[in-house]
């Protein structure tokens, strides 16, 4: 059974990215590359740039840089509901509850199950029993704060973020994720559709940010608020290049909604006895390594292969947590240091960001193996991940633990 808090699904939000060690999993589920050119664009290349306009660094994706599964640049609603179809494809309408709000659990020994308290459509309190609870309800976890009742705030490291789409003509191979600017000012784009053969404009997904002083903290109330372009685009108004026009970027977006960049400190464990915990709930993090998507399928597939070896069973969400947890919370810290956006406060403690040969800022050895650390940790290194067996194999079936 999966309880959904939203009463209706729509396809919300902006774009997000699929890394190759996501997109194997999604094929290995039967969501294959049709389904996903559906709603995006094959990722081509990754770029950052100077404040200047010059290149800091580049490599290219997916199929290009040699992996054997593409990285995908999509709209997170459209890929949300292609994942609820095929939800309900497989499982049925009836397992999937949505308005339906889980607020905590009770343990029941060992291998006893799991009483689930929720809070239903009609604003009604119950309770669902169950062998197991896996709480994947997001930054503001219910499931999370009851196993960890005194967890620090959300933390805030002082960048706000404005998120947009607008269409646009696809730059440099037409499927580039450019990041421009310096660590703590710089907007982020790209395409997340095919271009229209009428117009030839693409949906063009943008972030912009810029970091302030957080002593106060994160004082508006509001973590995910629409505004006017013109409450911010005064940060960017001088940033127009042959190749892109950045004010015209955002000025083009229907809609604007801004965010802290946010996360939680990492904890000890995902586990409580018979419950766990599952993407952002178990690991919010930073934006800035585009894995955050990625790596919650990665959960739901080693927790999946967990319960294959152990059954539907408190040994297998100690196998899965084993696993990742510990790997995972060095990421979020990770991405807290800019993750691999960390190559632009490099250039910008050495230069200020401002160059004109990139070589003699930061060596092409250094600069290749900050990205390959970074590659390495978030679990996408290339010759890793193409020669690694699959996380279930085919035609493998849940034991009876």
């Known amino acids: 059974m999966v309880f959904e808090s939203v009463a209706c699904l729509k396809p919300l939000g902006v774009g997000i990215n699929l890394q190759p060690n996501a997109v194997r999993e999604l094929y290995e589920l039967g969501i294959g590359a049709q389904m996903l050119d559906e709603i995006g664009v094959q990722t081509r290349e990754w ?38 179809r095929a939800a309900v494809d497989r499982l049925g309408a009836d397992a999937i509850r949505t308005g339906t709000t889980v607020t905590g659990y009770r343990n029941h020994g060992d291998e006893q199950g799991v009483t689930v308290q929720i809070r239903t459509p009609d604003g009604e309190r119950a309770e669902m029993e169950g062998a197991l609870l896996i ?52 907007v982020v784009f790209y395409p997340i559709s095919r271009p229209d053969s009428a117009t030839g404009l693409a949906t ?39 190749w892109l026009d950045v004010p015209a970027m955002l000025r083009g977006a229907s809609e604007v909604f801004e965010y802290p960049m946010i996360d939680r400190d990492p904890v000890p464990s995902w586990v409580d006895g018979n419950v766990a915990l599952l993407g952002d709930a178990a690991h919010v993090m930073y934006p800035t390594g585009s894995n955050g998507a990625s790596q919650a399928v990665i959960d739901a597939r080693v927790l999946g292969a967990a319960m294959v070896e152990h059954g539907v069973t408190q ?25 691999p956006f960390g190559l632009l406060n490099l250039v910008d403690e050495r230069c200020g960001s401002v160059f004109d040969d990139i070589d003699s800022v930061i060596p092409p050895a250094e600069r290749e193996e900050f990205m390959s650390r970074y590659k390495a940790a978030a679990g996408f290194a290339m010759e890793r991940l193409n020669n690694a067996p699959p996380i279930i194999a085919p035609g493998a079936h849940v034991g009876r633990g």
């Open 47 to 84: 770029a950052l740039v100077g404040l200047n306009g010059n290149d800091v660094y580049t490599e290219p994706r997916g199929l290009l840089a040699g992996y054997k599964w593409p990285q995908y640049s999509v709209h997170r609603g459209a890929l949300q509901m292609l994942l609820y």
């Open 135 to 186: 709480g994947a309800d997001g930054l503001h976890s219910a499931v999370r704060a009851q196993m960890y009742p005194n967890q620090p705030p959300i933390q805030w490291g002082g960048a706000i973020m404005w998120r947009g789409t607008a269409p646009g003509i696809p730059i440099r191979t037409g499927a580039s994720f450019v990041g421009l600017g310096t660590h703590r000012h710089r």
């Open 204 to 242: 063009i997904n943008w972030i912009a940010e810029i970091t302030v002083d957080n002593a106060s903290g994160w004082t508006n109330g509001d973590w995910n608020k629409k505004v006017a372009v013109d409450e911010f685009i005064h940060h960017f108004e001088g940033w127009r290049y042959e």
């Open 315 to 339: 040994r297998a969400l100690r196998a899965y947590d084993a696993q990742l947890c510990e790997e995972i919370s060095a990421v979020v810290l990770r991405n807290r240091g800019a993750g």
